[in-house]
């Protein structure tokens, strides 16, 4: 009630409500909401001192750069004439982007596990991240750049978006056959076959590998991007937009038509701060010679939490700045999921420190050093092929007549003249270089077989030593992709699953796999529905160490079937996961539904169906479940009708039917013959591997090499003091 006694009207109520506060659009651009722009002005001044902060780091890995692509620079302190540049870093890092990837890929095809909260499996979701993995080329295109960018530079930066391209397709109408028939009999061959065009839109995630001197995390004490971005802090790329680039997200209103047309007008001039640009440096590097380079205009892209008015709640923007007074755009993130699209871990965690140490570091002074020896070496190598003659000026006037020439004839006294030879310097360099290489393989943890064609010691290692150095090398390479698998692939994939939910809405054909065992397939992807909670993880990591521990688990399988069901009370053995673990991890997930079937896939088709699928030419095999009898019937139906079958595939059909139904019946009566003479069900059944065959788990043998003709066995030769071979097998003379 009122003061006054009287019942409020509507417009009163409405007069009283105190106005809701929506948030603006993720659309709308805030480049005037009040208060905004002096705290983007600061924010400017604080980007660009911190990237000149990190110029020396940018410089550094300039020099890091030109290592791997053995470029001889200001840092080599020998000058002579040999100009060579020995690729041992560019060796040991190709050889880690090598072991990486693979770990990272496993041969299997399977990348991507999923868990969801009523347990199910959802078979379309995990095909679906599949194929975009395939789409974006991460196998062949990003994951080598990624792991190459964290040796040479320390630090792992990918960057994801949601890309859609145009392509415009056309193609002929398949006109039916009485048309066709007509056409032909038409006296006026005058007809056009119809072509049609369309424009198709296709979209997909796209994952680009950025420098690291282009990428800024303030402050550079956070430990994560999230954790920058609560603290207050900013994610900066710095993005180089040529005019076409510029004018296109103009069209598209990322950034505002007026500040654009300022940009485009500054590209005249030069940048007030002097950044690295790494791009220029691999061009130069593959051979691509740029003189008079390209217009590009310098832009910074940040993210960073603003408050946004007059909402006065924080939310996180994305932010173009031009210069220090250009703010190309401000909008909040597009991005439903609410993520920085950046993702950035270092190789190696140093505490305090958001960014990571390059692994090239440690080794650049023996690179340099090892250079410098090679190259005094080589000219040492020249001097000491070439003679050196010693002769008297006085008693040997004609000296000028010397020449080294084929058939020459030399005017002095041979007593006069003699010839000595520069000593062979080089061999103690190639000693060095070698001790170098080893050490810069050890500083990167390449063992000697990860470089093709590497040379074998002189010293053969025992079996203890190779299986010591392989496990090593397991422990060190899992240790180094479990970085790049939870720090980048994991949040990439779920992050492509937002995205997919976001901006796809037509359902996609894609290739599916089943369950394990089940055949691949191609199905038809609905749009994602994010009601239930999916949780992605990449498992090709931990595939790849199962295929490593293919023989321990084979091991235990025969331990466990050694256990009898009294140990395990309450409790039955369930050893399909593992088998079917074993075969996919084997043979792969195209062979392992032809090895091990599933009895879920043994689902015979409708016979009717099987009639319209042969009527228009497709060749179908008969099915072990399927009722021979009721699927020649409705076959014979099918063939007595009006069309017929003019192909022929419903005789054929019905001809492997009856095939199957004699096989049957044979098989049922060796199964009663077998039942009453006592055997097993089925006939005799013999062992796996045969009489005399190997036993469960065991492996191949290599081939025995066999020697000349009379050679003595190894086991029969004594030791140099000539002692027999006999005592020696039993320890010695007594």
Not at 50 to 65: I, L, T
Request: hydrophobic share 35%; net charge negative; glycine share 8%.
């Amino acid at each position: 009630m009122a003061k006054n006694g009287k019942k409020p009207n509507a417009r009163t109520k409405a007069v009283e409500q105190e106005p809701v506060l929506q948030p603006p659009g993720r659309n709308d651009d805030l480049s005037d909401a009040s208060g905004l722009h002096e705290n983007l002005l600061e924010l400017y001044r604080d980007i660009e001192k911190g990237f000149e902060n990190q110029q020396d780091r940018s410089n550094s890995q300039m020099d890091y750069w030109e290592i791997y692509n053995c470029k001889l620079g200001q840092n080599q302190y020998y000058t002579g004439n040999s100009k060579i540049y020995l690729p041992i870093v560019h060796d040991a890092v190709n050889a880690r982007c090598t072991r990486f990837t693979n770990q990272i890929f496993p041969q299997a095809g399977r990348y991507v596990e999923v868990t969801t909260e009523d347990g199910t499996l959802p078979q379309g979701e995990m095909s679906l991240v599949e194929h975009y993995i395939r789409k974006m080329k991460l196998r062949t295109k990003v994951v080598p750049a990624l792991c190459r960018n964290g040796d040479v530079e320390g630090q792992y930066n990918v960057y994801v978006s949601w890309v859609e391209r145009q392509r415009h397709v056309a193609w002929r109408d398949q006109k039916p056959l009485e048309v066709v028939e007509a056409e032909d009999e038409d006296e006026d061959d005058t007809a056009v076959d119809d072509i049609n065009e369309e424009t198709i839109t296709e979209g997909y995630p796209q994952v680009s590998v950025l420098a690291d001197s282009d990428v800024l995390v303030l402050p550079h004490t956070a430990e994560s991007i999230v954790d920058a971005l609560g603290d207050g802090g900013s994610v900066t790329i710095l993005r180089r937009w040529s005019k076409y680039k510029i004018n296109q997200m103009i069209e598209s209103g990322e950034i505002l038509k007026e500040e654009g047309e300022k940009l485009l007008d500054s590209m005249r001039g030069e940048a007030s701060v002097r950044l690295t640009d790494k791009s220029k440096q691999l061009v130069d590097a593959a051979g691509i010679k740029n003189y008079g380079g390209s217009k590009h205009a310098l832009v910074y892209e940040t993210w960073t939490e603003l408050t946004v008015y007059p909402f006065n709640e924080r939310r996180l923007c994305r932010v173009y700045f031009g210069s220090e007074k250009i703010v190309l755009g401000v909008k909040r993130n597009p991005y439903w999921s609410d993520r920085c699209p950046l993702f950035s871990v270092p190789v190696e965690k140093i505490q305090g420190v958001f960014k990571g140490i390059s692994k090239i570091h440690p080794t650049s002074q023996v690179q340099y050093y090892a250079n410098d020896v090679i190259n005094e070496a080589a000219d040492s190598s020249m001097y000491s092929m070439m003679p050196i003659v010693l002769t008297d000026p006085e008693k040997n006037p004609r000296v000028g007549s010397m020449v080294l020439s084929l058939a020459a004839v030399w005017e002095t006294s041979p007593n006069d003249t003699q010839f000595a030879k520069f000593p062979d310097i080089w061999k103690s360099g190639f000693e060095i270089v070698g001790a170098c290489k080893q050490q810069i393989m050890q500083t990167l943890s390449v063992s000697p077989s990860a470089i093709t064609g590497s040379q074998q010691t002189k010293a053969k290692p025992s079996q203890a030593d190779v299986a010591r150095e392989q496990q090593v090398d397991i422990l060190t390479t899992a240790d180094a992709v479990t970085v790049i698998e939870e720090g980048v692939l994991t949040p990439v994939v779920n992050f492509i699953v937002e995205l997919d939910h976001q901006y796809r809405k037509d359902k996609m054909l894609i290739r599916m796999f089943g369950e394990k065992g089940l055949r691949a397939k191609m199905d038809w992807i609905e749009p994602i529905q994010m009601g239930k909670r999916y949780a992605y993880r990449w498992f090709g990591v931990e595939q790849a160490r199962n295929q490593q521990q293919i023989q321990m688990q084979i091991a235990g399988l025969n331990m466990i079937r050694s256990i009898p069901p009294q140990q395990y009370p309450g409790y039955k053995l369930n050893l399909v996961p593992v088998i079917t673990n074993l075969v996919e991890n084997l043979f792969g997930p195209r062979m392992a539904p032809l090895i091990f079937v599933d009895e879920k896939a043994q689902m015979t088709l409708d016979p009717a169906l099987e009639n319209q699928w042969l009527a228009k030419g497709i060749d179908l095999a008969v099915h072990p479940m399927d009722e021979d009898p009721q699927h020649l019937q409705i076959h014979q139906q099918a063939l007595m009708a009006s069309e017929g079958d003019p192909q022929g595939n419903i005789r054929v059909h019905m001809q492997r039917h009856m095939a199957q139904m004699q096989m049957k019946q044979q098989a049922m009566l060796q199964q009663q013959i077998s039942a009453m003479m006592g055997g097993p069900p089925g006939g005799p059944q013999p062992s796996p591997s045969g009489p005399g065959g190997p036993r469960a788990g065991a492996q191949p043998r290599g081939t025995r090499q066999q020697g000349p003709p009379g050679m003595i066995p190894r086991d029969q030769i004594g030791p140099a003091s000539g002692q027999p071979p006999a005592l020696r097998q039993r320890g010695g003379m007594q």
